[in-house]
Each structure stands twice: as C-alpha cells, then as structure tokens.
C-alpha cells in the first residue's frame, strides 16, 4: 500500500520562505506523477505544482509561478516544495499527491498524504 508522508509545515511572515518535502512508502515501480495541491478553509483544493518524472515536465499554477519550485527525486521517492516570497494568501493545508498522466501531463492523483498546514501571516 502506497502511503505518502508530508514533513511539518509551519507558520512564516508574508515574504519569508519555506520547505515541504514528502516521501512515498510502499511503492512497486517508478511513481510517474508527483505534486502538490493545497486547501483553504471554505476554499476548494487547488493544484500548486507538480512534476511528471518520464518527461520532466513541471506544472505551476499561476498563482504561484515564479515563487514555488518544485523539484523530484525520482529514485528516494520524494517530492519537495520550496516556498519563496510567501503572501498570506498561500496560507492553507498541503497535500502531496501521487499518481499517473499522459504526455507528460498529470492528471489522476491516486495516492494522497496526511495534508500540512502553512500559515503566513505577521
């Protein structure tokens, strides 16, 4: 069974920085699809980035394209989410997701961590 772990998020003042790194369990195979979603109360989950491990395609929402990276370690089975230039509008649960796409292209997210909560706020 395929189990997905999220480290401890944490609370910053807008404009500073944090880390998520997630760590898949219990995986058979190569996982082709690792990202990040996140959910704010009363707020619907929203994809924040992921990262296709065949073709190396890397997805960002535009609401946060040129502040969050992504990256994917393909053989530790990890998924970490660098977070720059934080605004309390990032504030929410994060999700890291797993599953499969097509064309580089994710889409069926089958396996989901426990969720972390990141605060911005001054």
């Known amino acids: 069974q395929v189990q997905l772990v999220e480290s401890e998020g944490g609370s910053v003042p807008p404009g500073g920085s944090l880390r998520l790194s997630c760590g898949a369990s219990g995986v058979t195979g190569r996982l082709e699809c690792m990202g990040w979603f996140r959910q704010a109360p009363g707020r619907e989950r929203e994809e924040v980035a992921y990262?296709?491990?065949?073709?190396?395609?890397?997805h960002y929402s535009d609401s946060v394209k040129g502040r969050f990276t992504v990256s994917l370690d393909d053989a530790k089975k990890t998924v970490s989410l660098q977070m720059d230039s934080l605004t309390p509008e990032d504030s929410g649960m994060y999700f890291c997701a797993a599953g499969r796409g097509n064309g580089g292209v994710c889409y069926n997210w089958k396996y989901w961590g426990q969720g972390t909560q990141v605060t911005v706020s001054s």
């Open positions: 990262r296709h491990s065949l073709s190396g395609y890397t």
